[in-house]
């Protein structure tokens, strides 16, 4: 009797030691912490997500989402991801949010949640030093050999504009802007079409070697941070500090960093 009876004691002191270690995992008010958050990004896309010469991944949005991960508590990973299946990667739960610069668009909105739009985003026209080739509109790539990254917005909207698309010498699509800006460099293509706030940044770590025309491919389109579509309380959570990272400043400070200027939408 007395081994049962040290048996059942033993037994009721495991659980509630156990209930009293899941307590260790709320916060002060009470409400349990966000788990660690792993983010999928591109770690070529500079300036929002790119690995430096020691190897680390820094950027912009690298820095919003750190800043948000702290407010909530939380760990943050970051992993490098194929960004042509990030959708894949996402619903397989190796990711928790896509958080790199990523255009809202209806299609990705059919299979990702999405937080409010955070920032504008337009695609332009980039080219050899001194070669504009007399490109003042999108017709204008007409005859062109033109480039733009695999699974970007640009590439989206150029595959299903057949007229556009059919009226180019050739259509290549990269892994990476990195690969893209060194073909147009060399000559292995006459346009790049790229998201304007990555290839300005690109433009400034090269020296003279490209110019960035004022021309708009496409419609302008919006940033946003990305979720699984049943995600909604981690979307809610994370767009709660955001919101107060940028009416605190806090935002506004990390993109005056990266960019020189606030480039992150206000609320009314």
């Known amino acids: ?41 591109d770690d070529e896309y500079a300036p929002m997500g790119f690995k430096d010469e020691k190897n680390e991944i820094v950027g912009f949005d ?4 750190k800043e948000a991960a702290k407010r909530l508590g939380s760990e943050v990973e970051f992993k490098a991801i194929d960004w042509n299946s990030k959708e894949a990667e996402l619903k397989s739960g190796r990711i928790d949010i896509i958080w790199n610069g990523l255009d809202i668009t209806p299609e990705r909105q059919q299979n ?3 937080s409010d739009p955070y920032m504008d985003n337009r695609q332009i026209v980039f080219v050899k030093k001194g070669n504009d080739q007399g490109i003042k509109s999108e017709s204008d790539l ?30 290549k699509t990269y892994g990476d802007y990195v690969s893209a800006f ?4 060399n000559g292995r293509i006459d ?8 290839g300005r940044y ?35 959570k994370v767009q709660k500090v955001f919101d107060e990272m ?20 206000k609320k009314k």
């Not at 770590?205 to 990305?226: E, H, N, R, S, Y």
């Open 1 to 41: 009797m007395k081994k049962i009876f040290m048996a059942a004691l033993l037994l009721v002191t495991m659980i509630f030691t156990g209930c009293g270690g899941s307590d260790s995992a709320k916060t002060d008010s009470g409400s349990k912490e966000t788990k660690k958050i792993t983010i999928g990004l």
């Open 62 to 65: 690298v820095d919003l989402a």
């Open 112 to 114: 990702m949640l999405f």
């Open 142 to 171: 007409s005859g062109k050999t033109v480039g733009t990254q695999a699974g970007s917005t640009a590439e989206t909207y150029i595959a299903g504009n057949e007229i556009l698309k059919n009226s180019f010498k050739e259509f």
């Open 182 to 185: 060194m073909d147009l460099e």
């Open 191 to 198: 346009a790049l079409v790229c998201d304007e706030i990555v």
């Open 202 to 236: 690109a433009m400034s770590k090269q020296d003279g070697k490209f110019d960035a025309l004022d021309v708009t491919v496409g419609p302008v389109t919006q940033f946003g941070i990305a979720f699984r579509k049943e995600d909604t309380e981690l979307r809610d």
């Open 246 to 265: 940028v009416k605190d400043g806090a935002a506004g400070k990390i993109s005056e960093q990266w960019f020189k200027a606030d480039l992150l939408k």
